[in-house]
């Protein structure tokens, strides 16, 4: 077990193309991924990685190494998928990705309850904001917020997630409040931008139909949560789901602006890759978070 251990995070390591990664991943500390590395170039007797101050890459070896074992790790993950099915006991590592927001405040504490009924189960829970590839990434769920690109996953909707643009009643008496979609070209908007972010307009339901209304602002962010502590903090209009901002608008430390026309609702639901045999504890997951969320988002 201890090499298969050694392999899955060598595996790793070349993937994110780090040892702290690799071991993070693998919730080891990077001195415990380091030993696990050092023991299989022990067993081969020959270095795997080739590592710089700022590069970390596989050897020719270590390359040969990588490929040769991902397709046995990947076999035995597809063996383990095959006895679980039958024995009805789901066990073993599950990889969830999330966004940040939508990660925190709806993925994370279904979680507990998870492991709870299914105690064999150990999640693995990673939030960003930034897209995540989920072959290479070694993902065995995604959950997404918007409309997901890649059609080789397979997509499964959860519900429809309703958008609010909200301001701070400071910024609003300050500022003024929009009374047109077009008013919102002389507002600051904060806006969540990232490489390849699809966020650099804001689509709108109008009576004329959905409106793309392109619009700028001094600040901008890779966090949603930073985007709605900024417009808490007065400095501008954001376009958050409403699930997010409910709370503060019931409060008024948030003001809806431009309620009949609203963003246009995100999709909510979950990408996995394509395999022969899903895994039960994947679909599993799925279908618990369905329900455990089913009325949490509007």
Known sequence: MSYLESLRVFVRVVELGSITAGGRDMRLSPAAASTRIRDLEAKFGARLL????????????????????????????????????????????????????????????????????????????RLSDRAVNIVEDGIDLAFYLGQPEDSTLIRRKIADCPRVLVAAPAYLAQHGTPEAPEDLKRHNCLLLRFPRSPEYFWMLQTPEGPKKLAVAGAFDSDDGEVLRNWALDGTGIANRPRYEVAEALAEGRLIEVLPDTPPVAAEFGVLTPHRELQDPKVRLFIDFAARELKGALG
Do not use: K, M, W
């Not at 970390?56 to 035995?76: D, F, K």
């Not at 590592?93 to 189960?121: I, K, M, S």
């Open 50 to 125: 080739n590592r710089t101050t700022r590069t970390l890459t596989p050897t020719e070896i270590g390359q040969v190494l990588y490929e040769n074992a991902r397709r046995v790790l990947a076999t035995l993950d597809e063996a383990e998928a095959a006895v679980a099915s039958h024995s009805g006991t789901p066990q073993g590592a599950l990889r969830v990705a999330a966004p940040l927001g939508a990660g925190r405040r709806l993925v994370a504490p279904l979680v507990p309850r998870f492991v709870a009924e299914n105690p064999e189960v150990q999640v693995r829970l």
